[in-house]
């Protein structure tokens, strides 16, 4: 069984700063893709930030410049670097694993974290 726990979240002022961290257990042997999604209230889920097993980063429109998103020297460990927070940054933030092949599975699956809160105060 695969799990994805995160963990950095909490309250900051706008301006601020917090480090987000994701690590996945279980007997992963390989991840195609990891990424941060975000879910404010009444708002759809949307993708932050998406790092391929190559270290290719993509990043939605309103964190470019300022959220940094980063694999660990552990494989299965991964990063979200926000700064300069503002409220509209406010949310829930999930961790995210693509293409997930355990050493006992023949196939890949998909898997999310529980959540995060992030809060920004203004």
């Known amino acids: 069984q695969v799990h994805l726990v995160e963990s950095g979240g909490g309250l900051v002022q706008a301006g601020g700063s917090l480090r987000l961290s994701c690590a996945a257990s279980?007997?992963?042997?390989?991840?195609?893709?990891m990424g941060w999604y975000r879910q404010a209230p009444g708002k759809q889920r949307e993708a932050v930030a998406v790092i391929s097993s190559g270290g290719s980063a993509s990043y939605v429109d309103s964190v470019k410049g300022r959220f940094t998103i980063s694999r660990g020297n552990a494989k299965n460990t991964m990063f979200l670097q926000m700064n300069n927070l503002k409220p509209e940054d406010t949310a829930v933030y999930y961790c995210?694993?693509?293409?997930?092949?355990?050493?006992?599975?023949?196939?890949?699956?998909?898997?999310w974290g529980q959540g995060t809160q992030v809060t920004v105060s203004s």
């Open positions: 279980g007997s992963i042997f390989s991840i195609n893709a």
């Open positions: 995210n694993a693509v293409g997930v092949l355990t050493y006992s599975g023949s196939s890949r699956g998909d898997y």
